[in-house]
């Protein structure tokens, strides 16, 4: 069998595994799908009843593998797990493509870095439908059922402490693609066979639990009489069974242990319980092999359990505050709105700081409907809350809110201090990175050396005590930190912006354009000089390149939704604080580094369009992204996401791109990483672009035109296109039309015109070869063929004007017709020519050739 592309995983393939490799067929068309090793026993057994409709090849012997050009790789980056493909993955001249979520600390050296995508979702299969979604591909049944299965197993349903929420949400899409439950529950949950029965039972007769801070970590160990396939699934079974926090079961077996670890809590990692042994794998399922005595594995995980506990999460760490809540005497229409204005489902009841009980959206939506709005919230609210101080752990809050509890009130010193939900269980259990503690940095001096500025953060810092952070953010930061002017000023506030725009305005004397809906406003005052003041939110992409979801956040939350380190910088505008820099991912040093860094792996994926930002940034300060950022960069486009862009949004990118000055390393960054052609294949971002913008800037300089520089950059670009191409691309691009109709002219006509004018003209045969092509179209002639005639022409014959007009022609006794048009035209050329000088002469030759 001849394929030119493959797409293979590892062996001993799980669900993940395979669900990746069928959704990397879909996104590269005309690949195969290869099973070059063996199948867990659910995967196997799934394969057995579908293998028709899936049509994998089982055999690698099967294939042409000197025919393979391009080997897709997903769930490993070690080609020695690949099977009898490890020689294909070793091949250089295979171009090799790697998808994986594990997180290794060195990236495998057998494949580009621009193609090996590292994900951060609890599966990988999550990434790739993502991809799918985005691209509005459809998928059937099946392929939605296997998707699921993968997404299922790699994320323990959703409750391992990798899990995400983009898990949840490509979980949702699988099912809304037709993904069947039963299918799902059968295959999740495979039965046991006598042998394995037995096994288990005696295991279980073995288990010894073992706590390590705070923590219940049940060891179980057996011998086997033989060997027994699916060791992982008894611990699924085990873990099930007892409900127990980590599991470490060791089976001896052919004269080998083999370790599976399990953890339920972040505070366990079964990597590293597994790596005692000599194995790995993810925080929450783990594995190993171990050559030695069963007794002696036993003992070496015992003693060693407390290198695997991490510190604990507490409530103060995840808690959303400040916290959401309303009185008692509320009428039930403003609970539903606070609940839709800060995306909840459900919120607090409080009265003088005290917690009196809770309503759910669900229950306000049936008041609603019982025709209730203007009723008391107190009249529907449920007055048992669960509540936890800020010590409370992880694993106790996971409880709470497993006993049906909706969310959970966190008291400190007798006041309600915070709230955890599930959305903020889920994120500290995707989210294990502890915070770095940095000295803290003050820019006050800077803030008062900013002159006009300096009353506006003056007032906000009389005005911020009221509110629990008050923020400078965005690019203000920034160019304070590489001492350039900044003329914006974006304020993020913890709390009410629009009340703290409205105080802000009347110290000003100014005036407020508020946003209710949005939680925004702008104050303007003074000389037209304004402020944008906005309240700290967090955004989630339902897929890649889509638009973000929004909701209230902190500060630190509101940071991380920004593109780059260099941008995720506040400055607090608080009176205790007042200057001291808020930099949770390192942006200060990035600026000293003059490094250019996405603050996450799937920062690309979700906004392609942050690939022309981060170029246009080391453009404009000479500045470069990190060989992680630029692998990320280069693996988005090879994914085609770049391509998939809407075409308004690359078209503003590629203005904005062309506008910033010399543009040169911009222009030669778009090939170097891939994204001149995957905007179009015969774009040509080279050398030539670039000497060729830098002469059309230097005559629409010279000859004082008014064209902006992305239209020039756009020719310059676009030259090699064939006329039918540029129009259409120009189209798909929504560029305005009067802007497409001179590019469209510069590249297509422009090197007529040279062609025309080289052997000479003229004067009034080059203003009508060159004038109705006009501006852009003559100079992108001139800037390829240094021209006398084209020089001519925007020196002084494209202002040469006859001092007649039809009026004198009618005066002369010329009525109306194509006649008037016919004789100023000839006149006009008479007087490019030299045969005219002024209006008598035009006059009278008019008189001529108006009589018969």
């Not at 979520?101 to 870095?113: K, N, Q, Y």
């Not at 752990?393 to 409880?399: F, G, K, N, V, Y």
Request: hydrophobic fraction near 45%; glycine fraction near 8%; charge should be negative.
């Amino acid at each position: 069998m001849r394929a030119e592309i493959l797409v293979a995983t590892h062996t001993n393939t799980d669900f993940d595994a395979f669900a990746a490799m069928l959704a990397a067929r879909r996104l590269y068309p005309g690949s195969v799908v290869c099973l070059a090793g063996s199948l867990n026993r659910n995967v196997r057994e799934f394969y057995r009843l579908h293998a028709d409709e899936l049509d994998f090849v089982v055999d690698a012997s099967r294939l042409e593998l000197d025919a393979v050009r391009r080997l897709i790789v997903v769930e490993t980056v070690h080609p020695g797990r690949l099977g009898e493909l490890e020689p294909l993955a070793l091949d250089p001249a295979v171009d090799k493509v790697v998808f994986d979520h594990h997180g290794e600390e060195e990236l495998p050296d057998w494949a580009p870095a621009e193609n090996v995508v590292i994900s951060e979702d609890g599966a990988l299969t999550t990434t790739l439908v993502g991809v799918l979604a985005e691209r509005e591909v459809s998928v059937s049944p099946l392929e939605a059922t296997v998707f699921a299965l993968g997404i299922h197993e790699d994320t323990g349903s959703l409750t391992h402490t990798t899990t995400t929420q983009r898990d949840a949400e490509a979980l949702g899409w699988c099912l809304r693609h037709g993904a069947e439950q039963e299918v799902l529950s059968r295959f999740l949950h495979t039965p046991l066979g006598e042998t394995e029965r037995e096994l288990l039972s005696t295991l279980l007769d073995s288990v010894e639990p073992h706590e390590v801070a705070g923590i219940e970590v049940l060891v179980a160990a057996a011998t086997a009489p033989e060997y027994v396939e699916g060791i992982s699934n008894l611990a699924h079974k085990l873990i099930d069974v007892t409900d127990s926090a980590g599991l470490a079961l060791l089976v001896e077996m052919d004269g080998r242990v083999f370790a599976v670890t399990r953890s339920r809590v972040p505070e366990l990692d079964a990597a590293a319980l597994a790596a005692v042994l000599g194995g790995g794998g993810h925080a929450q399922a783990a594995s190993a092999i171990y050559r030695g005595p069963l007794d002696e594995a036993r003992r070496l995980v015992v003693e060693r359990l407390g290198e695997a506990v991490r510190e604990p999460v507490h409530a103060r760490d995840v808690m959303s505050k400040p916290p959401r809540t309303i009185a008692p005497d509320e009428t039930v229409s403003r609970a539903m709105v606070a609940c839709q204005r800060f995306g909840q489902s459900g919120i607090l009841v409080t009265a003088a700081d005290e917690v009196v009980g809770a309503v759910s959206r669900e229950d306000l939506d049936k008041a609603i409907a019982h025709g209730l709005s203007h009723a008391p919230v107190k009249g529907i609210m449920s007055s048992r809350v669960a509540t936890c101080d800020e010590e409370t752990p992880l694993l106790e809050l996971q409880r709470l809110l497993a006993a049906g509890n909706d969310r959970i009130a966190v008291v400190s010193n007798g006041r309600l201090a915070g709230v955890v939900t599930r959305g903020d269980v889920l994120e500290a259990l995707g989210e294990r990175a502890a915070v770095v503690r940095r000295p803290a940095v003050s820019l006050a001096d800077e803030l008062t050396g900013l002159g006009r500025l300096a009353p506006v953060f003056e007032a906000v810092a009389a005005l911020s005590e009221a509110y629990d952070g008050v923020y400078l953010v965005g690019g203000t930061v920034r160019d304070i930190l590489l001492g350039e002017p900044s003329f914006d000023v974006d304020i993020a506030v913890e709390g009410d912006a629009i009340a703290l725009a409205q105080a802000l305005a009347d110290a000003l004397d100014g005036r407020v354009r508020a946003h209710e809906k949005f939680g925004t406003a702008v104050v303007v005052y003074g000389d037209g000089e304004r402020v944008d003041v906005v309240t700290a939110r967090t955004e989630f992409y339902d897929a890649p390149a889509a638009l973000p979801a929004v909701e209230h956040a902190s500060i630190r939350e509101d940071l991380f939704r920004r593109d780059f380190t260099i941008n995720a910088m506040a400055v607090s505008l608080k009176g205790a604080d007042l200057g001291r820099l808020v930099d949770p991912f390192g942006g200060r040093r990035d600026l000293a580094a003059k490094t250019i860094r996405v603050l996450h792996n799937l920062s690309f994926i979700d906004d392609p369009t942050r690939i022309f930002r981060a170029i246009r940034y080391e453009n404009r300060y000479g500045f470069r992204m990190d060989d992680h950022t630029v692998r990320l960069a280069r693996g988005t486009i090879e994914m085609g996401l770049v391509g998939d862009l809407s075409s308004a949004r690359l078209r503003d990118e590629l203005e904005a791109l062309l506008s910033e000055g010399d543009v040169e390393h911009s222009i030669l960054r778009l090939a170097d990483i891939g994204a001149a052609s995957a905007i179009h294949p015969h774009l040509a971002a080279d050398d030539e672009a670039v000497a060729l913008l830098r002469r059309l800037i230097e005559l629409r300089d010279r000859y004082e035109l008014e064209i902006p520089a992305w239209r020039l950059g756009l020719a310059a670009l676009a030259r090699r296109l064939p006329p039918d191409e540029v129009y259409d691309w120009l189209q798909r691009l929504n560029v305005r039309r009067r802007d497409a109709e001179q590019v469209a002219a510069a590249v297509t006509v422009g090197p007529k015109l040279v062609e025309r004018l080289r052997d000479g003209a003229s004067p009034a045969e080059v203003v009508a070869a060159a004038e109705p092509y006009a501006p852009d179209a003559p100079l992108f002639a001139l800037a390829l063929a240094d021209l006398e005639p084209l020089h001519a022409y925007f020196d002084r014959l494209r202002d040469v004007r006859l001092e007649v007009s039809g009026a004198d022609l009618a005066e002369l006794g010329l009525g109306e017709s194509p006649r008037v048009g016919e004789i100023l035209t000839e006149l006009r050329r008479r007087k490019l020519n030299g045969e005219l000088d002024g209006r008598a002469s035009e006059l009278a030759a008019a008189k001529e050739l108006i009589e018969p």
